[in-house]
């Protein structure tokens, strides 16, 4: 076959080289773009591409959203800036193998590493418990499955790596959390899966709960918002009226707590994230940190007299990640090693996944769960506050 013949098939070398070139034309066209790289599991980077196509915008060209499960399938990575997220919903052999990629990227990258090193990640459990013992919080955590006798209650069940908050009201005695547990075991739940957690009453004296929220980017603290609400899970705000809104602002100006949140994520051993808590007599109480936080809403679903805040946040967060996307990018990083031919190990049974789906529809079977009640109002609730 003549050199022209085989340029005409498609195959030999010179296809080959052709082909190569190519690709390493575009590779290095998407580097020079995308200079952060967010990772995150299959069913939650809508948390980052949203904001992206919205608020954040004007970072679209510089940062990427991409998969643990796509990245499993290449072979080589750009090196530059990196976020792991998502840790609290991998599996042990997840964060394992999270792991060993992020200790790859920190090679080629040292004077940056990736945020976030996921063989550092503390599950919620260990996380309440380094913070209690360290002084921040008052309240204890356990695990459902330990003997309920010596805890001080009241305390409420919540799964250890979801975002699903309180799967019961507080239950006052021993006596409840073993009637609870034995429910939840035939309508699904696995109580491995779950923790026994403290009541800790934060109820204003207007009578309000306040839910605090902040973001760690490096070695930043941003204030992203407070919600107010009649009732002591708070999903989003019930009360949002003048006072509120005001008073959020200050929170978003003044970043008061800004020192010891920061201790917090040293603690937690977190570079990325939203730190959700609450004030007991004026010290902070956190409840969890969420390392993919859904960054913010599009602006219609906010009231105008709420946006104002909202622009405040998303303006420091722009210029947050834009900081951490200035990072050089310079060659590429062989990852092909690391997953031996294998996908990506299965996550955590939760949101996605066949008993995930199985349990939240079994949480929203429990007659005990009130989401938007006030604690004082439940039942098996001892209203003494936490000390």
Not at 246 to 254: D, G, Q, S
Request: overall charge positive; proline content about 6%.
């Amino acid at each position: 076959m003549t050199r022209s013949a085989v340029e005409k098939t498609g195959s030999g070398p010179v296809h080959g080289e052709l082909s190569r070139r190519l690709a390493e034309k575009r590779r290095a066209a998407s580097y020079a773009l995308h200079v952060l790289t967010y990772l995150a599991t299959a069913e939650a980077t809508d948390t980052t591409a949203a904001f992206l196509s919205t608020w954040g915008a004007s970072l679209a060209p510089q940062i990427t959203v991409r998969t643990y499960e796509e990245i499993a399938r290449v072979d080589v990575l750009p090196a530059g800036a990196y976020v792991f997220s998502d840790l609290e919903r991998l599996s042990d052999d997840g964060l394992r193998l999270a792991g060993r990629l992020w200790s790859r990227l920190a090679e080629a990258s040292p004077e940056r590493p990736p945020l976030n090193d996921p063989s550092l990640h503390r599950r919620r459990g260990d996380l309440l418990r380094v913070l209690t013992d360290a002084g921040i919080n008052r309240f204890h955590v356990h695990r459902a499955g330990d003997s309920p006798e010596s805890w001080r209650y009241p305390v409420f069940l919540r799964y250890e790596r979801e975002h699903w908050g309180p799967m019961t009201a507080p239950l006052a005695t021993p006596a409840a959390v073993r009637r609870t547990l034995r429910r939840a075991r035939l309508i699904g739940h696995r109580v491995s899966d779950l923790l026994a957690i403290e009541f800790c009453d934060t109820v204003g004296e207007d009578g309000l709960y306040r839910k605090y929220g902040a973001y760690v980017v490096g070695d930043q603290i941003i204030p992203r918002q407070l919600f107010f609400s009649h009732g002591w899970v708070i999903r989003l705000p019930d009360e949002v009226s003048a006072d509120a809104i005001r008073e959020e602002r200050e929170y978003l100006e003044a970043n008061p707590h800004r020192e010891v949140l920061a201790e917090v994520a040293r603690l937690a051993r977190v570079e990325y994230g939203r730190i959700d808590y609450g004030l007991f007599d004026g010290r902070v109480q956190v409840w969890e940190i969420n390392t993919n936080p859904l960054l913010i809403r599009p602006i219609q679903g906010y009231r105008p007299e709420e946006r104002p805040n909202q622009q405040f946040f998303a303006a420091a967060i722009v210029a947050a990640l834009a900081s951490l996307a200035s990072t050089p990018v310079g060659g590429e990083v062989s990852v092909g090693d690391l997953w031996e031919g294998r996908p990506w190990p299965s996550r955590v049974p939760g949101v996605g996944t066949r008993r995930g789906r199985a349990a939240s529809a079994a949480a929203r079977k429990w007659p005990w769960i009130r989401r938007g009640v006030p604690g004082r109002r439940q039942v098996d609730i001892v209203t003494t506050r936490s000390t």
